[in-house]
């Protein structure tokens, strides 16, 4: 073994000893693949107690011995040890359900060598035909390809594997809200905060999970500026938006009067929108479930179709109806704090009749 700085010999009852540092340990770990500098530390802290505990096994730390591991011990080591901590709370939660429930109990024996396509397109069937929802194929292949990526940069298995892809069309086509239905939401329901709601989520192009987070100490009535910088989720709120991207947004003149209303006679720390005051009610923010509800009865009070209206309508709406005005873009996607080929792809609606007209035109 060549000698350096971090590699020390010792002669102790004619054996030779060689001291290798924790950092060069590290170090060499990560030229092996392992990126994380703190988790190529852990590994050369584990081999270092090994050695000194004379229980070294260099077969236990190669690639090549995960081939026959069950694919729930790489769950385990992936997913529940290391890249569960990244997700967002949502995210988290989606993925511990899909795990539990479909992935470990399907395809948890099977080792990660004998882990083919054939086994999880019957995963994706199977979990089609039992939920009824054609989509969740598509989220447990996210979720499988999350558990590879991670299960491959921890040096668990050799080659990248990606899940079968799965495309599939929405039964419904997006739908998208006038300027005048819209407008009919906001007067039908002026007795209610729910008036107040739809406003913010229209006017600002909020998340629902961003408006359901909004305190009175974010909104400054000198300045006629409000804060998103945090988001609700099942009534608790989290720190940081949906992209991490924060803003302090400029209210306009028609919203000011719904949020002036909305903050009467609360302390700062009070939500803007506040929840049922009912005493089995312990979360601290009012839920997207209970604002989808609350949409749904402003609807029938209005005299529109509920069908396929959530709180997210308002954003992809705002957004549609500033192309329609020939906003940039890249202006749209500053505004709704998103990338432009998210607004173009996701919150435009088709329109060919318009690109007939100009071609005639020509």
Not at 298 to 317: M, V
Request: with cysteine; glycine share 4%; net charge positive.
């Amino acid at each position: 073994m060549k000698l350096s700085r971090d590699i020390k010999e010792y002669k102790v009852n004619d054996l030779r000893l060689f001291a290798i540092s924790l950092s060069f340990m590290g170090v060499r770990f990560r030229k092996k693949g392992i990126k994380s500098k703190e988790l190529a530390y852990t590994i050369a802290a584990k081999v270092r107690n090994d050695i000194l505990n004379n229980t070294f096994d260099r077969t236990k730390y190669l690639k090549s011995d995960y081939n026959n591991t069950a694919f729930k011990v790489i769950i385990n080591k992936a997913y529940f040890d290391y890249g569960r901590a990244s997700n967002r709370p949502a995210t988290r939660k989606l993925k511990d359900s899909l795990i539990k429930a479909w992935i470990i109990p399907h395809l948890g024996k099977v080792p990660i060598s004998a882990l083919d396509n054939d086994k999880m397109t019957t995963l994706y069937r199977k979990a089609e035909d039992k939920t009824g929802n054609k989509s969740v194929s598509k989220t447990i292949s996210a979720c499988l390809n999350a558990i590879f990526r991670d299960a491959y940069k921890l040096g668990l298995i050799d080659n990248k594997i990606k899940a079968p892809s799965v495309s599939y069309k929405a039964v419904k086509s997006q739908r998208f809200l006038s300027k005048q239905e819209v407008l009919l939401l906001i007067e039908s329901n002026k007795h209610h905060q729910v008036s107040s709601i739809i406003a913010t989520l229209y006017y600002l192009g909020l998340r629902i999970s961003e408006a359901c987070a909004l305190q009175v100490q974010d909104y400054n009535q000198t300045f006629k500026t409000i804060n998103i910088s945090k988001t609700s989720h099942y009534g608790e709120i989290v720190e940081n938006t949906k992209n991490k991207i924060t803003a302090l947004m400029k209210v306009p003149d028609k919203l000011i009067p719904f949020l002036d209303k909305q903050i009467e006679g609360k302390q700062p720390t009070d939500m803007i929108f506040h929840k049922h005051q009912r005493r089995s009610n312990t979360k601290r923010t009012i839920t997207i479930s209970t604002t989808n509800v609350m949409l749904k009865n402003a609807c029938l009070n209005a005299g529109i179709d509920p069908t396929g209206i959530t709180s997210h309508i308002f954003r992809r709406s705002v957004s549609q109806h500033l192309i329609e005005s020939k906003v940039s873009p890249r202006s749209i996607a500053k505004y709704l704090r998103d990338k432009p080929a998210t607004i173009m792809s996701h919150y435009a609606s088709e329109n060919t009749d318009e690109i007939r007209d100009m071609i005639d035109s020509f």
